[in-house]
């Protein structure tokens, strides 16, 4: 703060001018204070700006990560514990659905971290016990259970499945097994779609169409049903949603 004395001795108006009796030497006195004000009026309030506007940069850019199609999908493959440099399929026929980076075709051995929630969906002909052996076996992920819903199921019978579901650990995905010979039905989607609002935006929902021998064995679903599949729940824009067919080299 300047003191009283230099305010009156340099007080001067525009009228009269200058006093020839003042000190030119009392006007460099003031410098201390102009500086200061600059600093607290002029620098600090964009300094604060700047660190603000720099957080919510930072912010809105972890956010835009986490919102991303595919986000889920491919922190599940970053964080597996087993990679894969064999390829499933000629390239010619892996082309189909790599445009797309909301519904993934990569095989199910990548997704090899975390646990799994299995649903036999629509009365998938073979039995929890066998159907836990070959989901471990395929996909190396520990299952947590078996669930069953759709086909001649009542809506409330579901309804537990989602809340069974939803109370299971959060790091770990949701798998359903469904009958890759049969076009997906409305009434599946509706059930990934609540079940998403239920168990959160983030976390892995897999759709695994197969095939089914006359002993309960899994096979790979055909390439034109995989298709139709694909097509299909591509409808939901849901990015942690992801279509894995049932490997060749799984289950055994």
């Known amino acids: 703060m300047p003191s009283l004395d230099l305010i ?15 000190d030119p030497g009392r006007w460099g006195e003031w410098w201390p204070f102009l500086v200061a004000s600059m600093i607290t009026y002029g620098l600090l309030p964009r300094l604060v700006l700047l660190a603000l506007a ?15 199609p595919g ?17 499933t399929a000629p390239e010619a026929s892996a082309s189909v659905t790599s445009a797309d980076p909301t519904l993934a075709s990569t095989p199910l051995a990548l997704l090899d971290a975390g646990e799994l929630g299995v ?18 076996t395929a996909w190396n992920r520990q299952i947590t259970g078996v669930h069953h819903a759709g086909g001649r199921r009542s809506i409330s019978a579901d309804e ?25 039905v409305m009434e599946l989607l509706d059930f990934i779609r609540e079940l998403r ?34 097509k299909r729940l591509r409808s939901l824009q ?15």
């Open 119 to 136: 649903v036999n969906w629509s009365g998938l002909d073979v039995t929890d016990e066998s159907l836990t052996l070959q989901c471990q």
């Open 238 to 252: 849901d990015p942690a949603l992801a279509v894995r067919p049932w490997s060749e080299g799984g289950a055994r």
């Open 197 to 230: 609002q239920s168990v959160g935006s983030r976390r892995l929902i897999i759709v695994a169409p197969a095939g089914i021998q006359a002993t309960g064995q899994l096979t790979p679903p055909q390439p034109d049903d995989l298709v139709q599949w694909e």
């Open 160 to 184: 537990e499945t989602i809340a069974a579901l939803t109370a299971s650990p959060a790091s770990g995905g949701i798998a359903l097994v469904v009958k890759a010979w049969e076009p997906p």
């Open 54 to 68: 720099g957080g919510r940069l930072h912010r809105s850019l972890r956010c835009a990560f986490s919102e991303m």
């Open 8 to 22: 009156r001795e340099t007080l001067y108006y525009r009228q009269t001018g200058v006093s020839e009796l003042a």
């Open 71 to 87: 986000v889920t999908v491919v922190l599940d493959r970053l964080t597996c514990e087993l990679v894969s440099t064999q390829a």
